[in-house]
């Protein structure tokens, strides 16, 4: 999809209130839900957009570690990656820390580890977020 000003992009992404502190969020033809934990008003009937942020991140590098394994000749089978966030302790709300662990498939050599290293850090996800876009917030 073209945007107004030439720039290409995806489909909309739609968010809409379910209930209490849930929403629903349609992307394509694919649903998922977001809610809050109990401590903070929710009934933690999903995860919250937080952990779908950092679940975001990690799901990237996943998806680079396997095209890496694939491109040299390894299985995908086994590869895992683990995502953990600290929030910040100030102002404004936001997450302070992320580290992303991924544990490549046994047989990969410890040799190969920089390499997997260097791809999975230069996903699409990371690459945004040391280069943050431009978010505009429109009320219509």
């Given at each position: 999809m073209?945007?107004?000003?030439?720039?290409?992009?995806?489909?909309?992404?739609?968010?809409?209130?379910?209930?209490?502190?849930?929403?629903?969020?349609?992307?394509?033809?694919h649903?998922?839900?977001?809610?809050q934990?109990v401590?903070?008003?929710?009934?933690?009937?999903?995860?919250?957009?937080?952990?779908l942020?950092?679940a975001?991140?990690?799901?990237?590098?996943?998806?680079y570690?396997?095209?890496?394994?694939?491109?040299?000749g390894?299985g995908?089978?086994?590869l895992?990656?683990?995502?953990?966030?600290?929030?910040?302790?100030?102002?404004?709300?936001?997450?302070?820390?992320?580290?992303?662990?991924?544990?490549?498939?046994?047989?990969?050599?410890?040799?190969?580890?920089?390499?997997?290293?260097?791809?999975?850090?230069?996903?699409?996800?990371?690459?945004?977020?040391?280069?943050?876009?431009?978010?505009?917030?429109?009320i219509?």
């Open positions: 073209t945007t107004t000003d030439g720039r290409v992009g995806l489909d909309p992404i739609d968010v809409r209130f379910q209930a209490g502190e849930a929403y629903e969020i349609r992307i394509r033809d649903r998922l839900l977001t809610d934990p401590d903070a008003g929710g009934a933690d009937t999903a995860p919250s957009p937080t952990e942020f950092a975001s991140l990690a799901a990237c590098v996943a998806f570690a396997g095209r890496y394994l694939s491109r040299h390894h995908r089978a086994g895992a990656v683990t995502a953990s966030f600290e929030m910040a302790t100030d102002r404004p709300a936001r997450v302070a820390a992320i580290r992303i662990t991924v544990r490549p498939p046994t047989d990969l050599s410890p040799e190969k580890w920089p390499a997997l290293r260097a791809v999975a850090s230069h996903c699409t996800v990371h690459n945004t977020l040391l280069n943050a876009p431009r978010i505009e917030v429109d219509q």
